[in-house]
């Protein structure tokens, strides 16, 4: 089992930065990738970046060149920094974590307002 706890949701203003963190626990070896997700009301759930192990990333294209991910793996922990944020990049943003054995764990979600 891996358990995920996410911080660092909130609101902010466009053309904002936040910083979202997820600490893994539990079978942490386990884990090949990590990443994030974000589900908007009435839409569905849909990738915002990954990364593996070994720090290969992947990105959805709507946040290319605004989102950065980041691994540190001696903190078991995945950064999300969130620059120039949209109107429409609020949501809900789950942290993910999927073994080798592809087993998905999901934290409980931390919400992202852009608003002014």
């Known amino acids: 089992q891996v358990q995920l706890v996410e911080s660092g949701g909130g609101l902010v203003q466009p053309g904002g930065s936040l910083r979202l963190s997820c600490a893994a626990s539990?079978?942490?070896?386990?884990?090949?990738?990590m990443g994030w997700y974000r589900q908007a009301p009435g839409k569905q759930r849909e990738l915002v970046a990954d990364?593996?192990?070994?720090?290969?990333?992947n990105y959805g294209d709507s946040v290319k060149g605004r989102f950065t991910i980041s691994r540190d793996n001696a903190k078991n922990t995945v950064y999300l920094q969130m620059n120039s944020l949209k109107p429409e990049d609020t949501a809900v943003y789950y942290c993910?974590?999927?073994?080798?054995?592809?087993?998905?764990?999901w934290g409980q979600g931390t919400q992202v307002t852009v608003s002014s």
């Open positions: 539990g079978s942490i070896l386990s884990i090949y990738v």
């Open positions: 993910n974590a999927r073994t080798f054995s592809s087993t998905r764990f």
């Open positions: 990364i593996t192990s070994s720090g290969t990333t």
